[in-house]
T-cell receptor
Framework: AQKVTQAQTEISVVEKEDVTLDCVYE???????LFWYKQPPSGELVFLIR??????QNEISGRYSWNFQKSTSSFNFTITASQVVDSAVYFC?????????????FGTGTRLTIIP | NAGVTQTPKFQVLKTGQSMTLQCAQD?????MSWYRQDPGMGLRLIHY???????DQGEVPNGYNVSRSTTEDFPLRLLSAAPSQTSVYFC????????????FGPGTRLTVL
């Protein structure tokens, strides 16, 4: 069965520090997709990135970067030079579309607090 | 485009009452789903639909019914509310069931007394 583990429940860092959010997943399929979503204090879910299992290239988008390593089943998320606006709950999620549906399995989330 | 809309935004029910949470999308998405979010548990899938007339159960379907008569709408029904159904409910939609990004509605915060 698919499973996503976000072992870090809460993280606090001082503004401008770098921070990495960990995500470890379990899947029985060779084709799968990994996602990161952000949930700011306002409560909505904001899509950040999607990565398919055949693309192990790391990705950078501004201050955000993602490190996908199939060998360790990890899809970690790094924020460089953190800002107060980065304070949110971050969810990692996994889908296995080959099994006939598109259900997302979410991790339990990491609450990130950026201290000004 | 309004994206994914949900109504109501807040709701308080008494145990045993029934209600329907509304969800609509205007992006012509085939796939729609309902999740509930509880503290420390992330989001869990309740029911999903891969197209009009087709629905299936997710991880936590008990106590909830769904139907999909149109592409746009995917209502979630609570037949007899229980305190364990106190949660935040999110509706989501996507173009297909091939790993596409899911767009989420703003959520409905439900309290069952």
């Amino acid at each position: 069965a698919q499973k996503v583990t976000q072992a870090q429940t809460e993280i606090s860092v001082v503004e401008k520090e770098d921070v990495t959010l960990d995500c470890v997943y379990e899947t029985r399929d060779t084709t799968y997709y990994l996602f990161w979503y952000k949930q700011p204090p306002s409560g909505e879910l904001v899509f950040l990135i999607r990565r398919n299992s055949f693309d192990e290239q790391n990705e950078i988008s501004g201050r955000y970067s993602w490190n996908f390593q199939k060998s360790t089943s990890s899809f970690n998320f790094t924020i460089t030079a953190s800002q107060v606006v980065d304070s949110a709950v971050y969810f990692c999620a996994l889908s296995e579309p080959n099994f006939g549906n598109e259900k997302l399995t979410f991790g339990t989330g990491t609450r990130l607090t950026i201290i000004p | 485009n309004a994206g994914v809309t949900q109504t109501p935004k807040f709701q308080v029910l008494k145990t045993g009452q029934s209600m329907t949470l509304q969800c609509a999308q205007d992006m012509n998405h085939e796939y729609m789903s309902w999740y509930r979010q509880d503290p420390g548990m992330g989001l869990r899938l309740i029911h999903y639909s891969v197209g009009a007339g087709i629905t299936d159960q997710g991880e936590v379907p008990n106590g909830y019914n769904v139907s999909r008569s149109t592409t746009e709408d995917f209502p979630l029904r609570l037949l007899s509310a229980a305190p364990s159904q106190t949660s935040v409910y999110f509706c989501a939609s996507s173009y297909s069931n091939r790993g596409n990004e899911q767009f989420f509605g703003p959520g409905t915060r439900l309290t069952v007394l």
